[in-house]
């Protein structure tokens, strides 16, 4: 297994302190490393008519409330106050106006005032600070949906590098079915992770070998890891950071080098899967015999084809034989052991066991 680096490998960290639950403490700076799957933006002539439309729904409020409560306003010019008065009266009291020296007496230049003037303003006060207020809105609604995630995102999958396996990985969990609010995507390059929000898929920006990183992606609730960075030895302290977080998690890994398959396994991973042999094997098949490492790619690709897939059998399958079955049984899983369809002990299905089968692709 190639060396670690001295400055990142296990001997130079200092173990993490203990949090309570495994919540990441507040980050005033988490916006930058929690990415949400982008939505699309509101034209701006639909964002200003409906600041322009909010804003007139709280001055006829504000109207309705001095207009009810009349009897408690005086107008210098008649000494009564009427609907117009209270409309007057809310239009400079939202618009911090506060005239003084000149004072709109009449009811034509009050009509002007609402109608014209106070519009006007409330243009001018868009354009002054609308910029300001559209990014502290959308930072406020950004911190908002990251915290509505994280209290909601449970029983779902993180899928740590998002290279070439990695995003493999996610295309075929979506073929598969897997909704994409139950991917969360790890990898320390910020550029990455924009691609995966820009995928619909939540990232987290960050080294996963640091247990904070793997916190903000809420690894201890996920059910399902998927450790694919582009190193072994990476992959080795992300396995056992990951498997430290959550006991219960199916840890799948992949290595480029067979020796350094059996230090992912005693790392925590519980199905290793290596990169270079796995490649070298379908090579010499495919040299040998196209046809059979056709179907070998054939079978490697979800949806296309026939497919490999795991399922429960049915209550007509049970006590009967695997080949028995609609589809090509090639496997039986029973608790935790895998049995060849061929073993004496496969010969009778039983309810609670699951079958791994081929059977043709579907949409």
Known sequence: MPHTDPATGPNSRTAPPRQSRHRVAPDPDVAHRVLLPTRTPTPPLVQVARRLLMALG???????????????????????????????????????????DITPVSDSARLINILVITPLRVVFLIILVGTTLEVLTERTRHQWRIERWRNTVREHTVVIGYGTKGRSAVDTLLVQGVPKESIVVVDPQRKVIEQAALDGIAGVVGDATRTDTLLRAELPRASQVVVAPERDDTAALITLT??????????????????????????????????????????????????????????????????????????????????????????????RRVLNYTEPEAAALQLTDRVIVIRPARP
């Open 242 to 335: 990951a498997r430290q977080l959550n006991k219960a998690a199916t840890v799948v890994a992949a290595v480029r080098e067979d020796e350094n398959a059996p230090l992912l396994r005693q790392s925590g991973a519980d199905v290793v899967v290596t990169s270079s042999s796995s490649a070298g094997r379908l090579l010499g098949m495919s040299t040998l015999s196209p046809h059979a490492g056709s179907v070998m790619e054939d079978l490697l690709t979800y949806g296309n084809g026939l497919d490999v897939m795991e399922r429960p059998i049915t209550r007509a399958e049970a006590g009967r034989s695997p080949r028995d079955c609609e589809d090509l049984v090639i496997a039986v899983v029973r608790g």
């Open 58 to 100: 709280v001055l006829a409020l504000t109207t309705l409330v001095v207009w009810l409560d009349r009897a408690g306003y005086s107008d210098n010019s008649d000494g009564s106050v009427d609907l117009l008065d209270a409309a007057y009266y809310a239009t400079v009291t939202l618009s911090t106006t506060g005239y003084g």
